[in-house]
């Protein structure tokens, strides 16, 4: 049974930076992606970044230049390191994993990944 466990969440003030890590258990795939993904309330989730199993990255421009992904495979582990961080980035950070899509990373879209995390807040003060 795959789980991901979300961590690193908190409250900064603007401008400051924070590390979230997802650690995956009972993974068993060779090939893959993970991403993650945001939802601030009242809106939709919506994908920040993904990397796949070798490396590739995909980053979304509202953060490309503050925010950068990163994976350690062989502890099953995706980090996401946001920097310089802004008031809208305020949100739910969930991390999200697929075996199925050479793709899905690419379009990050939710629908497109099967396995999530419960989630890790993120709330930064102006």
């Known amino acids: 049974q795959v789980q991901l466990v979300e961590s690193g969440g908190g409250s900064v003030q603007a401008g400051r930076s924070l590390t979230l890590s997802c650690a995956a258990s009972?993974?068993?795939?060779?090939?893959?992606?993970m991403g993650w993904f945001r939802q601030a309330p009242g809106k939709e989730r919506e994908g920040v970044a993904a990397?796949?199993?070798?490396?590739?990255?995909k980053i979304v421009d509202s953060v490309k230049g503050r925010f950068t992904i990163s994976l350690d495979n062989a502890k099953n582990t995706v980090f996401l390191q946001m920097n310089r961080l802004k008031p809208d980035d305020t949100a739910m950070y969930y991390c999200?994993?697929?075996?199925?899509?050479?793709?899905?990373?690419?379009?990050?879209?939710?629908?497109?990944?099967?396995?999530w995390g419960q989630g890790t807040q993120v709330t930064v003060s102006s």
């Open positions: 999200a994993a697929d075996s199925q899509s050479p793709f899905s990373g690419w379009y990050l879209r939710p629908s497109d990944f099967p396995y």
């Open positions: 009972g993974w068993t795939y060779s090939s893959y992606w």
């Open positions: 990397i796949r199993s070798d490396g590739i990255t």
